[in-house]
């Protein structure tokens, strides 16, 4: 099994915003220099659950950072919010910089505040999800000399005459993924030769998926090698909480996750008159039994000795790669280092592959 770790810090306002993000910084390069293959980065806008907001920029400055070929896995770029010839641009751009090790996850969003911010309407997420990326392609895959690419979307249009610059890094377009929500999307992303992101399942949802998603990859086009990549760096993302004792990491993550809870009823109240607001469901609406339900699909805790067996029954189902959040619910350095020194000294050196220790 290898680990990436998942870079999505809240802030609590702008005054803790750089030492979040330093914070953060300093975290993957440490787990990356100690052997984790990864760093997976999110969008968020304008609503404090992601301080850095935009995963391109942020992966292109890690790239610079990290080992070489760390792998960036962008969950998710979200399409809607972006001019498509920008995004094209800047796509191939950070495949180039990261030398061709970029995956990106194309997600359609849907947080009213985040689209308004950007002049979006959430209602018409899918449709302006499938123009982008339409556009996006079209553009990748143009020639110099082809005919011109006359495009429009719902928020703009223009003609394409010559072509792309940059191109991707030795090849038309970076590799995709799908980030995932049930068991049919997973074959779908099989069958379309795309790599699965995945998360907040437990270890038996999270097999069925599994076993989905390799029947739409017998489906699709890919060469058997093709197929053996998308299952190495496919992921499942988890929280993480190493601690003294079963109960001490039990609480902690409730604490967190009431945290989030606060977090997100107000936003809701920030958001009055927001379209679609009232349709968002978060931590600040699920019921208590819910959120019980939420801590078996979203978290592993528990003691060094705990959080080890529970990857190693991952690992003996066959899940070759996790995408591991250690600094969220608005944790200081200290409380997501505690955590984290745990899992370096105690867990990781043996589950991590023989090449990473």
Not at 177 to 184: L, P, T
Not at 265 to 288: I, P, S, Y
């Amino acid at each position: 099994m290898r680990f990436s770790i998942y870079m999505n810090p809240q802030t609590r306002g702008p005054e803790q915003d750089v030492e979040v993000l330093e914070d953060n910084i300093r975290q993957v390069r440490r787990v990356n220099d100690a052997g984790f293959a990864g760093v997976v980065l999110t969008e968020h806008h304008f609503s404090e659950y992601n301080t850095y907001g935009y995963n391109v920029q942020m992966a292109a400055y890690l790239a610079g950072l990290l080992q070489p070929g760390t792998r960036f896995l962008l969950a998710a770029v979200i399409p809607p919010l972006h001019d498509p010839m920008r995004l094209a641009q800047e796509l191939n751009l950070l495949d180039i910089v990261t030398r061709g090790n970029a995956i990106v996850g194309l997600g359609s969003g849907g947080s009213p505040v985040e689209f308004a911010g950007l002049g979006r309407l959430p209602k018409d997420r899918y449709e302006d999800l499938g123009q982008t990326v339409d556009v996006m392609k079209r553009a990748m895959l143009k020639d110099k000399a082809d005919p011109p690419l006359v495009w429009r979307t719902r928020y703009g249009g223009g003609t394409l005459y010559t072509r792309l610059m940059p191109t991707a890094y030795h090849r038309a377009m970076p590799p995709f993924a799908k980030a995932v929500m049930n068991d049919e999307a997973a074959r779908d992303a099989g069958e379309e030769g795309l790599y699965l992101f995945s998360g907040r399942t437990t270890l038996e949802e999270t097999v069925r998926r599994q076993e989905m998603y390799q029947e739409g990859l017998r489906r699709s086009r890919l060469e058997p090698e093709e197929i053996e990549d998308r299952l190495d760096w496919s992921f499942v993302q988890k929280q993480v909480i190493v601690a003294g004792s079963d109960d001490e990491a039990r609480s902690e993550a409730f604490s967190r996750i009431r945290l989030l809870n606060e977090f997100h009823a107000g936003l809701q109240a920030r958001m009055q008159g927001v379209e679609q607001a009232d349709q968002l469901k978060t931590l600040a609406t699920l019921a208590d039994t819910e959120r019980e339900t939420f801590f078996k699909k979203a978290f592993i805790a528990g003691t060094p000795e705990t959080v080890r067996a529970e990857f190693q029954r991952y690992a003996n189902a066959g899940v070759r790669h996790m995408a591991l959040w250690f600094h969220f619910g608005f944790m200081t350095a200290v409380e997501a280092d505690r955590s984290l020194d745990l899992f370096l000294n105690e867990v990781y050196p043996k589950l991590a592959p023989e090449g990473e220790k």
